[in-house]
Each structure stands twice: as C-alpha cells, then as structure tokens.
C-alpha cells in the first residue's frame, strides 16, 4: 500500500532527475550560439582586403606640334606589336629579388599591362611630333610605309643597394615596300629609385620609359633625315 509520504518522497527524487537531465542541454545551446557569435567574428575579420593600388605612366597629350617639317613629314608610320614575356602582358608590378628570381605585388598594380602603355605612350610621342603624315596602330585598317615593333625585355623593380627601375627593349623599323629591316635600335638603362615605396619605385620607372621614348623617337628622326640627304 502506497502512503502519501512514500509518493511526494518519489515525486521529489523525479523532480531532481529531470533537472540535473535539462541542465546540459541549457549549456549545450549556450555553447552553440557562443561558437556561431565566435564563427561569424571570424568570418568578417576574413572578409576584410587590403584595398588594391593602381599606377600608370605619363602618357602626353595626343596632339600635333607646330614644328617645321621634317624628312620624315610624308611618312605613315604603322605602330607593330611590342613582344614581351607574360609577366609584363599582365596588370602586376614586377620586381627582382635576385638572379633569375622575379616575383609580382599582391596589392600595387598598373592600371593598364605594362606593354600596352609603353606602346600607347610611344604612339601618342610620334603623333605628337608632328613628323609624320601618319601614325597608327597596326590593329587598324589603316596603311603605313613603315612598320616600327619591338621586344620589351625588362620593365621592373631590382632589389638591392641602391634600389633600381630598369627597362630594356629593343625596336626595329621594318620598310613595307622591301621587306626588309633598315633601323634598329637597342635601349636599356637602370633608373635610381628615390625612395622605398612602391610609389617611389612607379615614378622612376616612369621617368626610365619617358627617357627610353624620346631616344627612339629621336634615332627615328635621324634615320629619315639621314636618308632624305642620300
């Protein structure tokens, strides 16, 4: 026979079963939710780059000059391809740490691949040279008595002391009419870097092409003088 003080002793002995039973569970979705605040910290820290810097050359003014006319004043000029390695055909800055060693910057890049702006500033220097009858890129449907191409070498960053911008390339003028190569002319300078940034190291190559450019630009007027006095 079941007395009362026997039922409220089981009623209190089920009462603590099912508490000490409910308690890991409260823990358990605590942890959770403490886990998945943790997670979700971690996931935003994640999330957030470094913004990415872009640079570019100097590129002049695609205008005539007012000079005097020179030998060269009837000739179309066709701008060819300028050939270089895949790493310059990209948007990333290229620096050496060592012999045969290159590597590229993760977070400063041009704004546009290196041998598309050398050829867009080379354009943009014979147009404005007012020298020729014409300049052109050879992607148009444009004719030209000439064609002038080249190698882009070097166009990068050489660690070291001091720190360097070096450009190297070479460039041919190619006669149409002949087949045949009349003019050549090989470039290649280390430019000191004034600083240690990136920055620093953008300008000098920048002023490495300007120097580069004008040299050909002024080989080619040579050769055309040259050949007027034949």
Known sequence: MKTAAGYFVRRKRDAKLATRENRPLVRGRQGALILLALSAAILSGCGASRPIKYYQLTVPADV??????????????????????????????????????MGTY????????????????????????????????????????FVLRGHLYDFKEVSGSPLIARVTAEWELRDLR??????????????????????????ALDRNVQRGIAEVTASLDQYFTAQSNK
């Open 64 to 101: 005539k000059s007012s000079a005097a006319p020179t030998a060269s004043a009837s000739v179309a000029l066709a701008l060819g391809p300028l050939v270089t390695s895949h790493l310059y055909r990209e948007d990333r800055i290229v620096y050496s740490a060592g012999p045969g060693e």
């Open 106 to 145: 993760a977070y400063q890049r041009w704004a546009e691949p290196p041998v598309e702006m050398m050829q867009e500033v080379l354009l943009r220097e014979l147009r404005a040279s007012g020298r020729y009858q014409d300049v052109h890129s050879q992607r148009s449907n444009a004719q030209g008595d």
């Open 178 to 203: 002949s087949g045949s190569t009349v003019w050549t002319h090989y470039y290649s300078h280390d430019e000191p870097v004034n600083g240690k940034d990136v920055a620093a190291m953008v300008a």
